[in-house]
């Protein structure tokens, strides 16, 4: 059997220090369980953890639970009004907060276990939900927007976020806009994903590097039988 090994540890000045109960951090956390780690705006870092998320004041040597419940988390990624969003490899992107109730969480976990390409019948208690296939990498733009990148159906975008409604937004949804291999990306796996400073999105596929960018100019519809 493979060895598990704990990856929580901070760097201090100049070595290496364990991270364990004295930072309120579970001990013997499997890499394979949680790969996400994202500092906020307000110098707040949030780490997957397993099944949950906790989050670390700046200044404090002390994590907090946020109650909330995930699949293994992937990305974390913070929107331009401050709120924290999860990608867990569940498929599920959503938003959580420092402080998540019993009820979201049973929310939570009610629609990361339901059986795969069923939709979940659960109560909702109005956390705003995508379900994306194979999530990967979460950012948001200059504009607000959310950006996603995925496994296996591109790039993902959400162009307002905090606009979608209680019941969870799937692929098709129309609040969703789809940029796969069919309309130009060079492959359907997608992982890093960069704005830079002029507001260009980079986004690098098995394939290739894609660039996103806006243009001044207006597609037209034309008839059919125009020449």
Known sequence: MGEHRDWSHTLGGTRWEHIDNDWNFPKGVPRITSSALF???????????NQTVLYLKQGSKRFESTGAFAGWSV???????????????????????TSVGAESFAVARCEIESPKGVVPKCPREGPLVIKISTANTLLFDRNGSLCITTDTSGLVRVPRP?????QPSWKDNDALQEFASKD??????????LEDRE????VA???????????????????ANSS
């Open 75 to 97: 990305s974390i990624g913070e929107a331009p009004d401050g709120t924290i969003w999860l990608a867990d490899n569940a498929s599920f992107v959503r938003a959580i907060s």
């Open 199 to 202: 507001g260009n999105i980079w």
């Open 162 to 166: 905090e606009r979608l409604g209680s």
């Open 39 to 49: 500092v906020d705006s307000h110098g707040t870092l949030w780490a997957g953890v």
């Open 205 to 223: 596929t098995r394939d290739g590097l894609d660039q996103f960018r806006d243009t001044a100019l207006v597609p037209i519809a034309l008839p």
């Open 184 to 193: 130009g990306l060079s492959a359907d796996n997608g992982s890093p994903i």
